[in-house]
């Protein structure tokens, strides 16, 4: 049976566990935060289990594993011995995680993103001001490597813009802070927001994300860790192919593409190179069957 690796042990490991044993594929947690990681020896670091405690799974009992893991210095450190591919390795995590880094790409290729800019501090106050100076108020701004929405504000005119950009200076001179860039970014008013699974270059379905009516009055994010709910849809085939466009481009086999669409306007707004994986029914018939042989052809590799 073949052992897969996961690094997080929350809604998709529990999700994955036994579909996956069903198509052969052993599921384990492998820790790579919140713990300690011996760095020297000739012992491979053992695997904590589900409970935190430690286990007979040894990291090199792992065959593949499905996704590098996110923090990326805990993540060299712990794969150091590990001589197994990963469905989406490190440069996948990477790639994705750089939403700057997405927008151009995708935009040079002729697919439709927000319009964005990247502001790289510091810069004068008067920089930021003739970067935005093509779009509309309100805007977004967002961090460029964070995730679930975090430090995601709407501005809705010049001042206050410069007053959210004051924060992020604040934080931007700390001497530790790796990434000091942020993206402003037109905002989608009333904008229907998706998040499309792609697997191994094919889309498997997804999930609207809506807010429910206790939180949606006077609010605009739609991310499910921020109280939106995700309901399974029956995709179109122009969002199944965008998805599928946008994962090709990239190179990334398993991946998350959020949509954002208008009445005249279906746009890429961010991807995911670490998914949720949500509840089976959400997705197309045979979505277990297209990543568990994706899992297979990467241990294969």
């Not at 947690?29 to 053992?46: M, N």
């Not at 996110?70 to 440069?91: F, Q, S």
Request: charged residues 25%; hydrophobic residues 40%; contains cysteine.
């Amino acid at each position: 049976m073949l052992r897969l690796a996961v690094t997080t042990n929350a809604e998709t490991f529990a999700r994955v566990r036994e579909p996956l044993a069903d198509r052969g594929i052993a599921v384990d947690h492998l820790q790579a935060k919140e713990r300690s990681i011996p760095l020297t020896g000739d012992s491979p670091a053992s695997s904590p289990d589900s409970d935190g405690d430690t286990d007979d799974t040894t990291v090199a009992d792992f065959d593949v594993g499905l996704v590098y893991p996110g923090r990326l210095m805990e993540g060299a450190a712990i794969t150091a011995g590990l001589d197994i591919p990963w469905v989406n390795g490190r440069e996948a995590v990477l790639t994705s995680r750089n939403k700057s880094g997405v927008l151009a790409a995708l935009d040079a290729a002729g697919i439709d993103v927000p319009r964005s800019v990247m502001l790289s501090n510091p810069v004068d106050e008067s920089v930021v001001v003739d970067a935005v100076a093509d779009l509309s108020f309100p805007v977004v701004v967002k961090p460029n490597s964070a995730t679930r929405g975090v430090g995601v504000a709407k501005a809705g005119d010049l001042d206050s813009l410069l007053g959210v950009v004051d924060y992020l200076d604040l934080v931007h001179d700390f001497r530790a802070t790796g990434d000091k860039s942020y993206i402003v970014q037109e905002f989608l008013p009333d904008a229907r927001d998706y998040r499309v699974m792609v697997v191994d270059g094919d889309c498997v379905g997804g999930v609207e994300r809506r807010l429910p009516d206790g939180l949606a009055e006077g609010s605009w994010k739609h991310n499910v860790h921020r109280g939106a709910e995700a309901t399974g849809v029956d995709l179109p085939e122009s969002h199944r192919q965008l998805a599928e466009r946008t994962a090709a481009e990239l190179g990334i086999p398993y991946l998350g593409v959020d949509l954002l669409e208008t009445d005249d306007r279906l746009v890429v707004n961010e991807t995911n190179a670490r998914p949720t994986v949500d509840t089976a029914e959400k997705y197309d018939n045979g979505f277990y069957d297209r990543l568990a042989d994706l899992i297979h052809e990467t241990a294969r590799e």
